[in-house]
């Protein structure tokens, strides 16, 4: 009898252990910042990063990326690829639920991915998918997509967040972009625009349920404010501090400092449809003036590292060495002398001011910028930085009213998802050509490259590209990889940098917690 008595005294204690185990990873809230305003929530519309990030907080894809940004099964469990590469079938979670209870199936992906790819609606996501020639729902929880021809990165467009169709087309475009419903962890419950998006653990999610239970996302532009907020305990978790804040973390027990590799790029772009921008001798001329050599390590300091591509080191290919000893340097007698042969043949006009547009949410941009004004001013050609609002900038920029602009730009790990979109003449798929660029060679190396699956062939295509809008045509001249750094109290678990396309709270690998 006694030793029935210690046999269930050691398995209540044990029970009692690891209960409490559970529980003390749970998490009542947790609050993080992020360096911009979130402006829609539309999956289909999660064009600009910040927007993106949080919206993959709440939908979920077929697929999703897991260690190393390797492509992992999400609401689909499985899937086959036809030998010629044309056909793409997806075996689908039953019981997978939405926000809204209702059950997501094969129609609510057709509908996703058909909304997407309708002109009218004006997705930015269309170029990454455009190949696809049908969508067939075989049942409930089979879906087929047959494309028009191969394309190899075809199945990172699978990783989109899934809508349910039922609740989209009852609210409209706009109202989905305010009040998301998806299936990912998190719900939406709070936005309060301009201020803060809360958010709670989704209880029936299909893989993990959130250890955070209530998610507040904090929009907090300013990096000084950002280390305030950490210090007081206000916010768990920081990105986007510049260097001069991070010195005071980097060392100090109450906080960890975690940084990965460069995935993202900044950059200087031109208006091909503007004069004097559109000129390449004046394009030259603003590279020549500005010493970026020396002013990118001063600014970005651990934040990023010299670029003279727009593909980060951890893409390929690697043509990084002809990009940085065949870019323009640092000359500022030659640009002065151009400069002023310019304003000669009357290309800039006597009261001209170069405006150099940049985001007020970037401060490494900011300050790249204002070094870049100074330079330009003293070679001859009056310049002055306008620093906005990002999404105010942005529509600036769709309607071509800036002639130069500084962008940062991070997407998935294939070169067809850096460089078509910005480099595809306008009319013929570049969502993102903000450049008003357009070249026939371009346009056919970029079909040809995603068209087909031989690396080396792909390679050489993309090195092409690179090598005409880079060093040729000067469209952009790159600035800055950016290394991913995140601040956070002691306390936080299991949240490492890595992907920054993701808020990467709860993954395949990890399920963020506070101790």
Do not use: C
Request: charged content about 25%; aromatic content about 10%.
């Amino acid at each position: 009898m006694k030793n029935k008595i210690l046999v269930l005294l050691l398995i209540s204690l044990f029970m009692v252990s690891v209960f409490s185990g559970v529980q003390a990873q749970e998490t009542e809230q947790f609050v993080m910042a992020i360096e911009d305003e979130v402006s829609n929530l539309d999956p289909g519309e999660t064009t600009i990063s910040v927007n993106e990030r949080v919206a993959s907080l709440i939908f979920d894809g077929l697929v999703e990326y897991g260690e190393s940004n390797r492509i992992v099964p999400g609401i689909a469990s499985d899937w086959t690829i036809s030998e010629d590469e044309m056909e793409y079938t997806f075996e689908l979670r039953e019981g997978v639920m939405f926000h809204n209870g209702q059950e997501l199936t094969a129609e609510d992906v057709e509908y996703t991915y058909q909304r997407i790819l309708d002109p009218e609606y004006g997705s930015g996501l269309r170029a990454k998918i455009e190949s696809i020639e049908s969508i067939e729902v075989i049942d409930d929880y089979t879906i087929k997509f047959t494309l028009s021809e191969p394309y190899s990165p075809f199945i990172l467009g699978m990783t989109f967040g899934i809508l349910p169709k039922e609740y989209a087309e009852e609210v409209g475009d706009e109202e989905l972009g305010r009040n998301p419903i998806g299936a990912g962890p998190f719900k939406l419950e709070e936005w309060d625009a301009g201020n803060q998006i809360v958010l709670s653990a989704f209880e029936d999610h299909w893989n993990k349920v959130p250890n955070i239970k209530e998610l507040v996302i904090r929009s907090i532009p300013e990096s000084a404010t950002q280390a305030m907020e950490l210090r007081s305990g206000g916010i768990d978790f920081g990105v986007n501090l510049d260097v001069g804040q991070l010195d005071s973390f980097t060392d100090n027990p109450d906080y960890q400092v975690k940084s990965a590799a460069g995935a993202g790029i900044n950059f200087l772009g031109f208006n091909f449809e503007m004069e004097p921008t559109q000129e390449r001798k004046f394009r030259e001329a603003v590279v020549q003036a500005v010493p970026f050599d020396q002013i990118i390590p001063q600014v970005f300091g651990i934040l990023g590292e010299r670029a003279y591509s727009m593909l980060p080191p951890t893409i390929w290919p690697e043509d990084r060495e002809y990009l940085r000893e065949n870019a323009v340097g640092f000359a500022p007698e030659a640009a002065a002398q151009k400069f002023e042969e310019l304003k000669t043949d009357g290309v800039i006009p006597e009261d001209y001011t170069a405006q150099i547009y940049v985001s007020n949410s970037r401060p490494n941009q900011v300050k790249t910028a204002e070094a870049m004004v100074t330079a330009l001013n003293q070679s001859g050609l009056n310049a002055e930085v306008q620093a906005m609002e990002f999404g105010t900038m942005w529509d600036m920029l769709g309607r071509g009213e800036i002639g130069m602009f500084f962008l940062r730009f991070v997407s998935d790990p294939d070169p067809d998802y850096w460089l078509y979109r910005f480099f595809k003449s306008p009319e013929e798929g570049g969502a993102l050509n903000r450049a008003f660029y357009s070249d026939q060679e371009v346009d056919q190396w970029l079909e040809e490259a995603r068209s087909i699956s031989n690396q080396e062939r792909r390679e050489e295509l993309y090195n092409n590209v690179l090598r005409k809008v880079l060093i040729e045509d000067l469209v952009f001249h790159p600035l800055a990889h950016s290394t991913q750094i995140y601040v956070m109290q002691d306390n936080v678990r299991e949240l490492e940098p890595g992907n920054s396309l993701l808020i990467p709270l709860v993954t395949p690998t990890a399920n963020v917690y506070k101790e």
